[in-house]
């Protein structure tokens, strides 16, 4: 590994973790290439990526950040896709701190705790269409995120074929030629959550949108490109995150048979197993992007002033200096300190809903479908080439 490895090629995609462990050991600070060729520094040690959630050199807005010729750093996007980026994750205090003190208005542990007998409820009915095999991410792992997500936004349900299949087609689109495939996309989704919000202006209802838009925090309140892009953030990453949890994670025990039997003769293993599935086989390879807003050097690598970094939460999370035996499941390991959901102010806001969302799921999985297995050669799982998202493609199980 002399030269910068593409982040998205599909050797680095289906040896991730083999790729991190040589970074490691070899090149804690890694300058590789992601889309449109972009250098990005990748970040590969627990304590390093710890440390880079709470930097104050690293930034979210890239705004904040230009590089040496006035630039911005970050990478081009469509003007249309702009909107969507006024959210959470692309901001840094004090705009961060007004957003989320705003959609904790809004995103409240009474709203995820009334979705619990729907989340069971769905699950259950999926479970019902199915008998002896499936292909679980088409089949279960994605379809319950997005019902119980649209669900909690309120999209009716008549619209909700058409509203995902726009979400879809935006977040599988990261390349130069996908960008331009996006925007039909992009005009559509966010149109439809204009008129959608400002009809819950005039009509409210006990929904996730209706809040956003009546949110109110010390006399501030979302704009109306920050409904936009909130609805957008919730959706995409209680959609994402969720599916590759439940279908790493079921890839990961139907591996580890001795794991999975134990968790099968005991399901008050769950709380810790869910941990121990979230370090194992990371939903997320990194986290979203920072930049450099000033230069600085780390493990001799000078990262310039502008430069995209990629603190890689995959890699944290079997760091050996952290973790015994990392690269064994072990579904009791406790404490268990992985950092799936990041740190620091940037901590995932959905991680209680995933949490409960993926409880469910296995605990279903267990009951109807105890003796599942995989339907295919663990050599023929395909992992998406996608950056930071880190998600099986396929996974045919039979029972």
Not at 29 to 58: C, E, H, S
Not at 101 to 124: D, G, Y
Not at 368 to 396: E, F, G, K, Q, S
Request: glycine fraction near 4%; aromatic fraction near 8%; charge should be neutral.
């Amino acid at each position: 590994m002399t030269k910068p490895l593409n982040l998205i090629s599909d050797e680095f995609t289906q040896n991730v973790h083999q790729h991190f462990a040589w970074m490691r050991e070899n090149a804690p600070v890694y300058k590789g290439k992601l889309i449109f060729g972009k250098d990005v520094y990748l970040i590969t040690r627990y304590n390093d990526v710890m440390d880079a959630f709470k930097d104050p050199r690293l930034v979210k807005n890239a705004g904040n950040a230009t590089g040496k010729d006035g630039k911005r750093a970050d990478a081009w996007m469509p003007r249309i896709l702009h909107a969507l980026q006024n959210n959470m994750l692309n901001t840094d205090d004090p705009d961060h701190r007004r957003l989320r003190n705003l959609v904790h208005k809004a995103f409240t542990p009474r709203m995820i705790q009334q979705l619990e007998p729907k989340i069971e409820q769905i699950a259950e009915e999926l479970l019902n269409q199915v008998a002896g095999e499936m292909e679980l991410v088409e089949q279960f792992a994605l379809p319950l995120p997005v019902t119980v997500i649209a669900e909690m936004v309120g999209i009716p349900v008549e619209d909700r074929p058409k509203f995902l299949g726009w979400v879809n087609r935006i977040l599988v689109s990261f390349s130069a030629f996908g960008m331009i495939r996006m925007i039909p996309a992009a005009i559509s989704l966010m149109r439809y959550t204009r008129k959608l919000a400002d009809k819950r202006r005039v009509d409210p209802r006990d929904d996730l949108l209706t809040s956003l838009v009546q949110a109110e925090d010390e006399g501030n309140s979302f704009s109306e490109d920050e409904v936009l892009a909130m609805v957008f953030l919730l959706i995409t990453a209680g959609y994402e995150t969720t599916v590759s949890l439940i279908t790493n994670g079921t890839n990961a025990l139907l591996q580890n048979p001795l794991q999975f039997e134990r968790l099968k003769a005991d399901h008050e293993l769950l709380p810790t197993a869910i941990e121990e599935l979230l370090r194992y086989d990371s939903p997320l390879v990194t986290t979203e992007m920072s930049y450099a807003r000033e230069t600085y050097t780390l493990h001799g690598v000078t990262i310039e002033r502008g430069s995209t970094v990629l603190p890689a939460i995959g890699s944290a999370n079997r760091d050996e200096t952290v973790f015994d035996r990392p690269n064994d499941l072990d579904l009791t390991r406790q404490p268990n300190k992985h950092l799936a959901f990041g740190q620091g102010i940037h901590y995932c806001l959905g991680a209680p809903l995933a949490r409960l969302e993926a409880k469910i799921a296995f605990r279903h999985l267990l009951e109807r479908c105890p003796n599942m297995r995989l339907a295919i050669a663990p050599t023929d799982i395909r992992y998406r080439n996608i950056p930071v998202i880190h998600r099986i493609n396929r996974l045919p199980v039979a029972w």
